[in-house]
């Protein structure tokens, strides 16, 4: 199994950073004043603010008022979003490339009072992390034969959330 290099984790890193930029995500302007783990890992200035939530729920992006998640990435994770398997290491058939260990680019406060090996980055569903307890999502494969997963990020939606 081919494991993921630190070249690769910042070419990575490095084309997120270029996506970012780009009109399909918000930009990083929307950021909040965070500790610098953070901070750096989301490309933000130290000054800037994460959007608001509205009267429904949602997180605004001014810049990209299409975009209305109702949870911020590091919430995602803390409810046992994916059954703790998000971050498990893969093989993409999009890339041609296994992947281990992408959740070390997350922000570390992000990942505060979680068990990584059971609740991000475990190979094995586990309905007892989720939230509601309940299995829910489809397979990489199936989200790679539908064409949902890109080059820049091969676990899918989330990690470009991320």
């Known amino acids: 199994m081919i494991k993921s290099t630190s070249t690769e984790r910042t070419k990575r890193s490095d084309a997120r950073k270029r996506k970012n930029r780009s009109e399909d995500k918000p930009e990083t302007q929307n950021c909040k004043k965070q500790k610098k783990t953070e901070t ?81 980055a475990s190979p094995t569903y586990r309905e007892n992390v989720n939230t509601y307890k309940v299995k829910c999502g489809g397979s990489l494969e199936m989200w790679e034969s539908s064409g949902w997963i890109v080059p820049q990020d091969p676990y899918g939606w989330f990690q470009w959330y991320c």
């Open 40 to 120: 750096e890992a989301r490309g933000c200035s130290s000054n800037a603010l994460l959007p608001e939530k509205n009267n429904k729920g949602q997180l605004v992006f001014k810049d990209f008022p299409t975009f209305g998640p109702n949870m911020t990435p590091k919430e995602v994770l803390q409810a046992g979003s994916f059954g703790g398997t998000y971050f498990r290491p893969i093989y993409s058939s999009i890339t041609k490339q296994s992947y281990k260990d992408v959740w070390k680019e997350l922000p570390v406060d992000w990942l505060e009072g979680l068990d990584i090996p059971k609740q991000v």
